[in-house]
């Protein structure tokens, strides 16, 4: 009777890691579906973020940053250098390039700079007070 019991106790132990499993969703995905919930769907076809405070790009194609070192030498990286860390990137103090389809949008920096000056006030802006969050044109 133990057997039976102890074997039955296995089996839905089993069936349940399966079904864990097959419910696995890539951050592709779920940023997909987050999107089309909060209906951001033109944010899914953006490829980079430009962070003003930071002076500083994420591309979301290759999940790495691109940032200056010394003002003339590009970096890319999948992780922010020492110098920069300790800045929340969750604070919406980003900017979606959704008109830029090249692969180095550092070229427009100074553009960008001008455009979307720096705040770095460490608190969370408010909705009606968030910096222009427009795509900018480049060519």
Do not use: C
Not at 30 to 45: F, I, P, R, V, Y
Not at 92 to 98: E, V
Not at 115 to 129: G, S
Request: glycine share 4%; charged share 25%; no cysteine.
């Amino acid at each position: 009777m133990k057997t039976i019991l102890y074997l039955s106790l296995s089996l839905m132990l089993f069936s349940a890691t399966a079904k864990a499993q097959d419910s696995y969703n890539t951050n592709a995905e779920t940023a997909k579906e987050l999107s089309a919930a909060m209906g951001n769907d033109d944010l899914l076809n953006v490829r980079y973020f430009y962070y003003p405070n930071l002076q500083a790009y994420f591309d979301r194609e290759t999940s790495t940053y691109l940032y200056t070192r010394n003002g003339n030498d590009w970096i890319e990286s999948s992780k922010l250098p020492n110098a920069l860390r300790g800045y929340s990137l969750s604070n919406n103090k980003r900017i979606p390039l959704t008109d830029y389809t090249g692969d180095e949008p550092y070229e427009l920096i100074k553009e960008h700079i001008q455009k979307y000056p720096a705040n770095y006030t460490t608190k969370r802006l408010p909705k009606d007070k968030e910096p222009q969050t427009e795509g900018v044109a480049m060519q």
